[in-house]
């Protein structure tokens, strides 16, 4: 498809992605909020401003919850390449200097691989500090 013929109201030309985001108009509700508060107040019965209240705090999240999900179906968000929070969010540790892994997100460039390959030999430099008990376990070895 072309941006002559996307005539969505998107600037966006890869669909199965989301939206650009400096476009705002896609993320924008015309509907005032006061609106949608008299609404919400009318279907679920709710006469005074502390039951209102008392909603909100109940239902609060389900409510967000239910207003991500609206906007995001009214943009035409499908979530194509979901990736799962377990696998981004959990940090690795490496385990030494040696340690080559690579993991979620991990980016090489040839800065980085000079610095790291430096690192690498200068720490292959240095001997390990041993205690007099240690030393005279490898002598006996």
């Known amino acids: 498809m072309s941006w002559a013929t996307a005539y969505s109201g998107s600037n966006n030309i890869h669909f199965e992605q989301p939206a650009?985001?400096?476009?705002?108009?896609?993320?924008?509700y015309y509907n005032s909020s006061?609106?949608?508060?008299e609404s919400l107040k009318k279907n679920k019965g709710?006469?005074?401003?502390?039951?209102?209240r008392q909603y909100l705090i109940k239902h609060g999240n389900s409510i967000i919850e239910?207003?991500?999900?609206?906007?995001?179906n009214s943009i035409g968000y499908v979530p194509a390449y979901n990736i799962s929070n377990a696998n981004r969010n959990n940090k690795y540790l490496y385990?030494?200097?040696g340690d080559n892994t690579q993991t979620y997100g991990y980016a090489t460039s040839d800065l980085k691989n000079m610095y790291l390959s430096r690192q690498q030999l200068q720490s292959k430099?240095?001997?390990k500090i041993l205690t007099q008990e240690e030393l005279l376990k490898l002598r006996s070895i």
């Open 20 to 28: 650009i985001m400096s476009d705002s108009r896609l993320f924008t």
């Open 34 to 37: 006061c609106d949608s508060n």
């Open 46 to 52: 709710i006469e005074s401003n502390y039951d209102y």
């Open 66 to 72: 239910q207003n991500k999900n609206k906007h995001i």
């Open 95 to 97: 385990k030494n200097i």
């Open 125 to 127: 430099k240095t001997d």
